[in-house]
């Protein structure tokens, strides 16, 4: 068995050396799968980090980068800055989530919806920071709509790598 994963291996590098299509999609499908997976840690990791009350100190969406001529042009970002005690150390953080976003005017919606994805009660919000390293901290923790986004990173493209190639 290892000799056919072997051979099958320098089959595809190869046929990338070729400059073929199933070699390059092979090595790409690889590369989603890394990707894919290093996600889908990252977030089952940062669902399971223990939870502190902190305080919000700014919330807001801005404007990324100087003004554009054209409104619908523009890209903005949501901001925040909140302060949360571990074990008797104070911490400040920016992080929002374990993703970034910046979109555009028109669908500056998205942002202001991850903020309303704060856990907020009685003028404290819900910090989510790392048991090993409390400096590192998010506001809003990876759902499962997050996680399966994460599997689709390298379900899809080995499906198609699949269909294409192989029936």
Same mark, same amino acid.
């Given at each position: ?5 072997f051979s099958y291996f320098t089959t595809m590098i190869k046929l990338t050396q070729a400059g073929d ?20 840690l990252i977030y089952w990791r940062v669902r399971h980090w223990p939870t502190v009350w902190g305080h919000?100190?700014?919330? !807001?969406? @801005? ?5 554009? $001529?054209?409104?619908? %042009?523009?890209? =903005? ?44 009660? !009685?003028? @404290? ?5 790392? $048991?090993?390293?409390? %400096?590192?901290? =998010? ?29």
């Open positions: 068995m290892l000799e056919a994963v299509l199933q070699g390059i999609a092979f090595w790409a499908v690889i590369y989603c799968w890394v990707i894919g997976w290093a996600t889908v919000l100190l700014d919330c !807001s969406v @801005r404007p990324l980068g100087g003004p554009e $001529p054209v409104l619908s %042009e523009q890209n =903005y970002m949501a901001k925040v800055l909140y302060r949360y005690a571990v074990a008797g150390h104070e911490y400040q953080s920016q992080r929002i989530a374990p993703w970034q976003i910046s979109a555009s005017h028109n669908l500056r919606g998205l942002l202001h919806g991850q903020l309303r994805g704060i856990t907020q009660q !009685s003028g @404290r919000v819900r910090v989510y920071y790392s $048991p090993t390293c409390p %400096e590192k901290s =998010y506001l809003v923790r990876p759902g499962w709509l997050s996680l399966s986004i994460a599997h689709l990173i390298y379900i899809l493209p080995t499906w198609w790598f699949v269909m294409r190639f192989y029936l």
